[in-house]
């Protein structure tokens, strides 16, 4: 099973700072890659699909890049509303597994 | 507006099965290339996938949860519905129901229910 870890398990930073999660697969997944956004108490929010292609409706300040094994999330410039855990997300025909979060608070 | 609602007991004790109906308003179980699945979150930890079942009836299991689980559709009732059997503790968690199938790729989950706890405790 093709397994997914995120670093940092936490991130501090501060309102404007660019901020850059990364998920490494441990297989080949190509760009078979989502994150998702999630708050406290929520269902996450399908930030990016595809590796790279962002979901409508989503800011542009978010990012996706990658293939393969390494890919990264990043936040040009974090707006309050962006605290929050983020998770990757593999999916190849036809299974899911989703990374352990990475957790963006206040610095 | 699609909207999915997950019902169930919040209370399970240990060794019986745990069984979850979803509940779709807004989209249709047949939709062409749809996927309905259950995802869990224990308290305070990450996101694990369960099963998915397509529109078309097929399922689809995560391998450590496939001997107990099973997800089944009814499609006169727009509603879908997951089993869980033998349950233990490390099956309290927060079970979403979810739309799969955005952007007709299997794993991409663009629309998720509230969620509901499940609790196993005797």
């Known amino acids: 099973d093709i397994q997914m870890t995120q670093s940092p398990f936490t991130l501090s930073a501060s309102v404007g700072d660019r901020v850059t999660i990364t998920c490494r697969a441990s297989?080949?997944?190509?760009?078979?890659l989502a994150w998702y956004q999630q708050k406290p108490g929520k269902a996450p929010k399908l930030l990016i699909y595809?590796?790279?292609t962002l979901e409508s409706g989503v800011p542009s300040r978010f990012s996706g890049s990658g293939s393969g094994t390494e890919f990264t999330l990043t936040i040009s410039s974090l707006q309050p509303d962006d605290f929050a855990t983020y998770y990757c997300?593999?999916?190849?025909?036809?299974?899911?597994?989703f990374g352990q979060g990475t957790k963006v608070d206040f610095k | 507006q699609l909207q999915l609602q997950e019902s169930g007991p919040g209370l399970v004790k240990p060794s019986e099965t745990l069984s979850l109906i979803c509940t779709v308003s807004?989209?249709?179980?047949?939709?062409?290339?749809?996927?309905w699945g259950w995802i869990r979150q224990p308290p305070g930890k990450g996101l694990e996938w369960i099963a998915t079942?397509?529109?078309?009836?097929?399922?689809y299991y995560n391998p450590s949860l496939e001997s107990r689980v099973s997800i089944s559709g009814d499609t006169s009732n727009n509603q879908f519905s997951l089993r869980l059997s033998s349950v233990t503790a490390a099956d309290t968690a927060l079970y979403f129901c979810?739309?799969?199938?955005?952007?007709?790729?299997?794993?991409?989950?663009?629309?998720w229910g509230q969620g509901t706890l499940v609790t196993v405790s005797s």
């Open positions: 297989q080949n997944i190509n760009t078979w």
């Open positions: 807004g989209d249709s179980l047949s939709s062409p290339s749809s996927y």
């Open positions: 979810a739309r799969q199938g955005g952007h007709k790729i299997f794993g991409v989950v663009p629309y």
């Open positions: 595809k590796a790279s």
């Open positions: 079942i397509s529109h078309s009836g097929g399922t």
């Open positions: 997300q593999r999916y190849n025909p036809f299974s899911l597994a």
